[in-house]
Structure formats: C-alpha cells, structure tokens
Nanobody, 115 residues
Framework: QVQLADSGGGLVQPGGSLRLSCAAS????????MAWYRQAPGKQRELVAV???????NYADSVKGRFAISRDNSKNTVYLQMNSLKPEDTAVYYC?????????WGRGTQVTVSS
C-alpha cells in the first residue's frame, strides 16, 4: 500500500501561481510514475501532468507552458507548479501513483481561481 498526501491548494486570483505538493509513503518512490489529475464540478477527472521514474514529463494541452511537474526522490515528493492560473483551472487536484497496474490517489486539494 502506498499513501499519498497532497496539499498546497487555495484561492488565487487569475494570473497568480500555486505550487501543489504530494508526499508518498514507502521506499520505492523513485520507481513510480507520478501524475496530477483534476476534477472540476460536473466534469470528469482529467489528467493534468505526468512524470516518469526517469524524469520524462507530459502535459495536457490546456496547461502546457503554464504548469510544471517535478519530483524530489530524496523527499518522496512530487510537485505541480502552476503559473498564469485561469478561472478554468478551478478544480480539485489529485495526486496519483500508478504502481503494478494499480492506481493510488491522494485525497485531493482544492484550487480556486477567482477574482
């Protein structure tokens, strides 16, 4: 079992920035592919960004150039730096670990972009 603790959400004005963090339990974090998903009210959960164990990244088209995913294996933590935030980025953001065909999820952190 892997436990994920995501945090860092909040209320921010359009154009602002936030950094989300996700701390994972266990000793094998460096081998995991980690991702951030989000779910807005009335919408399906969608993939935002993913980072593999070797550091390769991929992003949803809607966040390319504005968001950056990174990881610190020494801290068992993955980050999502979000810049130039827009109202349509408002959602609950979830950390995800894909391990041996199983998905593990954080509890989610609310991001609200509003003036």
């Amino acid at each position: 079992q892997v436990q994920l603790a995501d945090s860092g959400g909040g209320l921010v004005q359009p154009g602002g920035s936030l950094r989300l963090s996700c701390a994972a339990s266990g000793s094998r974090f460096r081998f995991y592919t980690m991702a951030w998903y989000r779910q807005a009210p009335g919408k399906q959960r969608e993939l935002v960004a993913v980072i593999t164990s070797d550091g390769s990244t991929n992003y949803a088209d809607s966040v390319k150039g504005r968001f950056a995913i990174s990881r610190d294996n020494s801290k068992n933590t993955v980050y999502l730096q979000m810049n130039s935030l827009k109202p349509e980025d408002t959602a609950v953001y979830y950390c995800n670990a894909a391990i041996n065909r199983a998905d593990y999820w954080g509890r989610g952190t609310q991001v609200t972009v509003s003036s």
